[in-house]
């Protein structure tokens, strides 16, 4: 790996990061070099009725304090509040720093939790709806003076929205747990010049041993021409440049020479440097940003997918992403390490990213570390129609997983996208809601991607024929009855999810590769008392080594079958009640870690003579 880490640590906040939290820079693939964190105390106020706007609170100050960037609703935002909240008002005056005259200032919220509409000084200045994805707002050139934003968040309890894991009760329930409202990842600035570049987008070339850019660019104008520079550790591997007055994206080639080429691959997370520069006719630099790549590839050979042309069986684990202190927001930086490092100690080689759209800086972990990652939106929170017509997706569901895609198109660690997860419904002779919105977000996907492979739903109910993937989820807990239920894919009729009674949910297997991308979930949980809520699936294990049993004999099924590209095992840690993690909520040990590792980390099936 090259010193990507200079491309994150050279973007020096001016704010002291001196007891501030989650100080780091939150966009490291694509960093410039001057930017102001917000994260910190902010006015704060619950508006339980959404009237706030009636009442003026644009105007006024707010009556509490909260530390941004935790929810209400977390420990560590000073206020944990966890009853209902249908808004939230944040309020914040800072100084613009001087330096950054003639430019104009962009706020970046990485992550607002749901429908949010953001004033500066009194004037509205940006609305976005969705909780997971980044989106910004044009301050202009508010340099050398003080700017006062106001924030207000949506997140009404009733009707379709896209809320993962989000309790729809008061209190937490089966596998859902407690809401997240409001901001809850980092508020900053960054100045940039009218003309600019935009984020670009990094496609890996490993047959033609080349890196694919396209840059585009904001306010482009004559004269302008952008230029992108590769590196690793013994220096420039190669050079291009473009007019960018012809396109609204320049493209640009980078061709690795032979010599120079490294492949990032499982648990060898190469990355090479890259730095872009948007140059005037004069040869000034208008607008520069470092970023990263990885030179990797994902195929299919019949029903297995390859990594870098080579079988690799993707030995995953299911990763919620909640903290008990912060809930979707991680405490720090080193947190979202230490939970890749984690998996990896189990003997998992990466994680299906369940139920959210994880912060980028996890991401950027992942990729510097050669893990595994299947992106996946936070669908949940559909499921409110009738029988056969029960899952109602709105079409925000499309625009929210494509802002997902393009904010994470670039990083190396993702090999698969999944769109929605456990969609349950049955099939009959007329197209639903759910039918359109699944086919919408598959053939968005895509389009936006054609490097990675998209499974249309994880489990339950498959609704697009030519789904590159195909899966289910089975948390049957005896060895010998989940072997005979999963035989059945050497002869193309797998397990497939069903509502039972004769009413399918999917349309037929289509000879795809297939994993089970659930499993597991053995309940063990030494330390709960009897009165405690506590649940995994089947019967609790009496003991530790019945534990050892289970998983062994489970995990063997799935390795030995020639067929099966991969699992998915539930789940990395316990969550709140659901107590059925290979660590608990707090991350520390239940087991003995090598023995969980060896039970993995032998050669899979479809592993064996291909290649």
Request: net charge negative.
């Amino acid at each position: 790996m090259t010193s990507t880490s200079t491309s994150t640590s050279t973007a020096t906040s001016t704010a002291t990061s001196t007891g501030q939290p989650r100080p780091e820079y939150p966009r490291p693939q694509f960093v410039r070099p001057d930017w102001l964190n917000l994260n910190g105390r902010w006015q704060f106020e619950t508006d339980r009725g959404d009237s706030g706007l009636e009442r003026g609170l644009v105007e006024r100050d707010l009556g509490g304090e909260i530390l941004v960037p935790f929810c209400p609703e977390s420990e560590l935002s000073g206020i944990g509040d966890v009853d209902f909240m249908e808004a939230v008002w944040y309020r914040r005056t800072f100084a613009v720093p001087e330096q950054w005259r003639g430019r104009d200032v962009l706020v970046h919220f990485q992550a607002v939790d749901h429908d949010t509409t953001v004033w500066a000084d009194g004037a509205e200045v940006a609305r976005h709806r969705g909780g997971s994805t980044p989106f910004s707002a044009n301050l202009g050139d508010v340099a050398g003076r003080e700017v006062t934003l106001v924030v207000r968040a949506r997140d009404h309890r009733a009707g379709p929205q896209a809320r993962g894991k989000q309790s729809d009760q008061y209190g937490n329930h089966d596998c859902h747990y407690t809401r997240t409202t409001g901001i809850w990842q980092t508020v900053w600035l960054e100045p940039v010049p009218t003309s600019h570049l935009n984020r670009p987008r990094i496609t890996p070339d490993v047959a033609g041993s080349a890196f694919h850019v396209e840059v585009p660019l904001a306010g482009p104008r004559r004269g302008l021409t952008v230029k992108a520079t590769l590196t690793d550790d013994a220096g420039v591997v190669a050079t291009a440049q473009a007019r960018a007055d012809l396109d609204l994206a320049v493209r640009l080639t980078l061709a690795v020479p032979a010599e120079r080429r490294k492949l990032w691959s499982v648990g060898s997370g190469h990355l090479y440097d890259l730095a872009f520069e948007l140059v005037d006719a004069d040869g000034t630099v208008v607008d520069q940003a470092t970023s990263y790549a990885g030179l990797r590839s994902v195929s299919i050979d019949g029903k297995a997918v390859l990594l870098n042309g080579e079988p690799v069986f993707q030995r995953l684990v299911l990763d919620q992403g909640y903290y008990a202190d912060g809930l979707l927001t991680a405490p720090d930086d080193a947190a979202l390490v230490a939970d890749i490092e984690l998996s990896l100690a189990a003997g998992f080689n990466g994680a299906r990213l369940h139920q959210k759209v994880f912060e980028e800086r996890f991401l950027y972990h992942a990729d510097r570390l050669g893990y595994l990652v299947w992106g996946e939106f936070p669908d949940w929170g559909c499921n409110v129609g009738r029988d056969g017509d029960n899952q109602q997706p709105t079409a925000t569901y499309v625009t929210q997983w494509l802002e997902a895609v393009e904010r994470d198109y670039s990083h190396p660690s993702i090999v698969g996208w999944c769109p929605l997860n456990e969609t349950w419904q049955r099939m009959h002779d007329r197209f639903t809601v759910l039918d359109d919105v699944m086919r919408g977000m598959f053939l968005a996907t895509k389009a936006a991607d054609q490097s990675r492979p998209v499974l249309d739903t994880s489990g339950y109910s498959h609704r697009v024929p030519e789904t590159d993937i195909y899966d289910s989820h089975n948390y049957e807990q005896n060895p010998a009855k989940f072997a005979e239920a999963m035989k059945g894919l050497a002869e193309g009729k797998p397990y497939v999810n069903d509502g039972g009674q004769g009413k399918p949910w999917s349309v037929p297997y289509a000879g795809q590769p297939y994993f089970c991308s659930e499993f597991g979930g053995i309940w063990w949980n030494p330390d709960a008392r009897p009165d405690e809520d506590s649940w995994g699936y089947g019967e609790r294990c009496r003991t530790l080594e019945e534990f050892y049993a289970r998983f062994e004999g489970l995990v063997a099924v799935l390795l030995d079958d020639p067929d099966m590209f991969g699992y998915c095992y539930t789940q990395l840690t316990d969550v709140f009640q659901e107590q059925n993690g290979v660590y608990r909520f707090d991350r520390s040990e239940k087991f003995d870690l090598e023995r969980v590792r060896a039970a993995q980390t032998r050669t899979a099936a479809i592993e064996k003579g291909r290649g």
